[in-house]
T-cell receptor
Framework: GQNIDQPTEMTATEGAIVQINCTYQ??????LFWYQQHAGEAPTFLSYNVLDGLEEKGRFSSFLSRSKGYSYLLLKELQMKDSASYLC??????????WGAGTKLIIKP | GAVVSQHPSRVICKSGTSVKIECRSLDFQATTMFWYRQFPKKSLMLMATSNEGSKATYEQGVEKDKFLINHASLTLSTLTVTSAHPEDSSFYICSARGDIQPPDVAQYFGPGTRLLVL
């Protein structure tokens, strides 16, 4: 079966750094997405990794290791507005998105 | 680029009525559109995948006669919830995928429609 695992909830302090992990087991792999979803809103695209390594985009970075079936999203200089759910999703061999359940990130002052 | 709109954003209806939700890709052609529903504090659940000009592919457990999907053009897909009941109350989100820019496998989401059935 196909499976995406990520922590249910994490708490971090404003100004700090947090790493949200995602492990996956899917039938084929054509890339991994991270989306951000604020409560009551639709997801918004953050990053896409298809090759191993780290992709940096401002305060957010995403890492992928295909051999380990592992990715993480790194958020630096946390701001209160970063409080949201972060969804990991893998593109399988049929180019379908397999979604994780999301990690709720709570930022405290 | 990659803007997806959804209408209406919020709808309240009586039990037994039908509700139509529109999803439009505004600045690209969406070869594939997806319909999701999401219950409070739960993950996205894919309901169906639709390709322009063909019948939608429904996920297991989703009633195709209850959730009618039409993808009549490369920029518009509609979801009609027929004979809605209170248990259909949910947040419905569409997304679109097209050959717009790398990565072309990305899905871009509409803002969602919150449906409340009384």
């Amino acid at each position: 079966g196909q499976n995406i695992d990520q922590p249910t909830e994490m708490t971090a302090t404003e100004g700090a750094i947090v790493q949200i992990n995602c492990t996956y087991q899917t039938s084929g792999f054509n890339g991994l997405f991270w989306y951000q979803q604020h409560a009551g809103e639709a997801p918004t695209f953050l990053s896409y990794n298809v090759l191993d390594g780290l992709e940096e985009k401002g305060r957010f970075s995403s890492f992928l290791s295909r051999s380990k079936g592992y990715s993480y999203l790194l958020l630096k200089e946390l701001q209160m507005k970063d409080s949201a759910s972060y969804l990991c999703a893998v593109v399988d061999s049929n180019y379908q998105l397999i979604w994780g359940a999301g990690t709720k990130l709570i930022i405290k002052p | 680029g990659a803007v997806v709109s959804q209408h209406p954003s919020r709808v309240i209806c009586k039990s037994g009525t039908s509700v139509k939700i529109e999803c439009r890709s505004l600045d690209f052609q969406a070869t594939t559109m997806f319909w999701y529903r999401q219950f409070p504090k739960k993950s996205l659940m894919l309901m169906a995948t639709s390709n322009e000009g063909s019948k939608a592919t429904y996920e297991q457990g989703v009633e195709k006669d209850k959730f009618l999907i039409n993808h009549a053009s490369l920029t518009l897909s509609t979801l009609t919830v027929t004979s809605a009941h209170p248990e259909d109350s949910s947040f419905y989100i569409c997304s679109a995928r097209g050959d717009i820019q790398p990565p072309d496998v990305a899905q871009y989401f509409g803002p969602g429609t919150r449906l409340l059935v009384l």
